[in-house]
């Protein structure tokens, strides 16, 4: 497989957003908006994977200070979107991209590292899972109307910048 995992370039942003598509997670999700994308996120956060030249997936991660549920950690890696298209599933993709998130992590002296996905998300938990990620926070929340009950299962798992790719 001709596959080049590298940081994000201007160019890119179009094709997260037509492969994202302009429904997000929340009115404000930059993922679903390419101007608000641009305005907010840094290229040097996100990470593209392309198949012969064309878009098969991004990472998007961010270093902070203090996660709430665990104040005590100083500098960490916060992953927060893994997707690759659903033609290029199973090939190894997100395990590459996730391997170079952690790789500059590491580079950033960032030594922690979390990811958060549905409880239900059973193929990205396996992949984290592989990568040896610990699970640490499980969180619910319900939300109702007069029909219908949806229930959001938020995992929080944490892993350390090594990398996991066989070369
Ligand atoms: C979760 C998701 C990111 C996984 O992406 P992926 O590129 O398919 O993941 P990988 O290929 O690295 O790993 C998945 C499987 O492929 C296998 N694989 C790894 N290298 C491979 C290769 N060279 N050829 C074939 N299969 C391979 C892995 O062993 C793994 O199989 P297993 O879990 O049964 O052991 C993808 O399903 C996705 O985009 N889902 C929608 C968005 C989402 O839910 N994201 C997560 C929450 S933010």
């Given at each position: 497989m001709d596959l080049n995992i590298r940081k994000a370039l201007p160019t890119d942003l179009t094709s997260i957003v037509d492969y994202y598509g302009t429904k997000g997670d929340t009115p404000f999700d930059p993922f679903a908006n390419e101007d608000l994308l641009r305005q907010v996120v840094d290229l040097n956060d996100i990470i593209i994977a392309e198949v012969k030249g064309s878009f098969a997936g991004f990472v998007y991660f961010f270093v902070d200070n203090h996660p709430w549920f665990?104040?005590?950690?100083?500098?960490?890696g916060h992953i927060m979107g893994v997707h690759v298209k659903p033609q290029y599933q199973g090939k190894g993709i997100a395990t590459r991209?996730?391997?170079?998130?952690?790789?500059?992590?590491?580079?950033?002296?960032?030594?922690?590292?979390?990811?958060?996905?549905?409880?239900n998300n059973v193929e990205a938990l396996r992949l984290y899972e592989r990568m040896g990620v610990q699970r640490i926070w499980t969180d619910h929340t319900?939300?109702?109307?007069?029909?219908?009950r949806i229930s959001r299962f938020g995992l929080g798992v944490k892993f350390y910048p090594t990398t996991t790719t066989k070369s």
């Open positions: 665990e104040p005590e950690v100083d500098k960490f991209m996730l391997d170079y998130a952690m790789e500059d992590l590491r580079k950033r002296n960032v030594r922690v590292a979390y990811i958060d996905t549905g409880a319900f939300q109702e109307d007069n029909r219908l």
